[in-house]
């Protein structure tokens, strides 16, 4: 029986590439946002980089500006 922890995975977990384009700013950008610790959580697999979208989901949500509607 799997972990808590691995049950709350999601089915697919993003590469670098595809969370920047899910983003729509270039992979450099999201690597200097890892670099400065400011950018959506992630985790390291092998040489690779990879990210849950519900981090990278509520990472943006607390970037959105509160302006009047």
Same mark, same amino acid.
């Given at each position: ?5 691995v049950r709350?995975l999601p089915?697919?977990?993003? !590469? ?9 700013? =270039? ?5 200097? *946002? ?7 959580? !992630? ?9 849950? =979208?519900r981090d990278?989901?509520?990472? *943006? ?9």
């Amino acid at each position: 029986m799997p972990s808590p922890a691995v049950r709350q995975l999601p089915e697919r977990l993003w !590469s670098h590439q595809q969370t920047a384009d899910f983003l729509q700013i =270039p992979a450099a950008t999201l690597h200097q *946002l890892n670099h400065k610790k400011t950018g959506p959580r !992630s985790f390291k697999v092998g040489r690779h980089r990879r990210y849950d =979208p519900r981090d990278v989901k509520t990472w *943006l949500d607390t970037r959105a500006s509160g302006g009047a509607e």
